[in-house]
């Protein structure tokens, strides 16, 4: 699995012109699920992603975490994090894994970082959307499962 996180003040996903997800101070998170990816991965993922220290503390430095700062999380899934754009113009896909495989693991993830009590609103999974936020920092990490 992999994600690209954002840390944001704001962010808000919306689906057929209605804003199905919105959060204030927390991450952004845009979540892609390759062939192979297991229930193991979308846990160490959670875990990884709640503890992570990307917002400042007192002193400004990146020293406190999700779990930390009550932080709360946009989870949009995204396939197209697997793209592979090696050959021609058009990107192949087949990195991804197949979506009924992708949407079970994309809300494993949500459900493990809701069992640590984090505030998790979602995009809707295979729909086309539109994502805003307003980032903090900017601080954009990439995460890869093991």
Do not use: H
Request: charged share 25%; aromatic share 6%.
């Amino acid at each position: 699995m992999r994600i690209v996180a954002q840390r944001v003040s704001s962010a808000r996903v919306s689906a057929d012109n209605q804003i199905i997800g919105e959060i204030g101070a927390g991450l952004c998170l845009l979540i892609g699920v390759a062939p192979g990816d297991t229930a193991r991965d979308a846990r160490w993922l959670a875990e990884k992603t709640a503890n992570l220290r990307i917002f400042s503390d007192e002193d400004g430095k990146m020293n406190r975490s999700l779990l930390d700062t009550n932080g709360a999380v946009l989870a949009i899934s995204q396939f197209t994090l697997y793209a592979d754009c090696r050959r021609g113009r058009r990107p192949s896909f087949t990195g991804a894994a197949a979506p009924e495989i992708g949407e079970e693991l994309y809300l494993r993830f949500v459900e493990e970082l809701r069992r640590m009590n984090i505030t998790v609103k979602t995009g809707k999974f295979g729909a086309e959307m539109k994502v805003e936020l307003a980032g903090e920092g900017p601080v954009t990490i990439i995460i890869d499962s093991i």
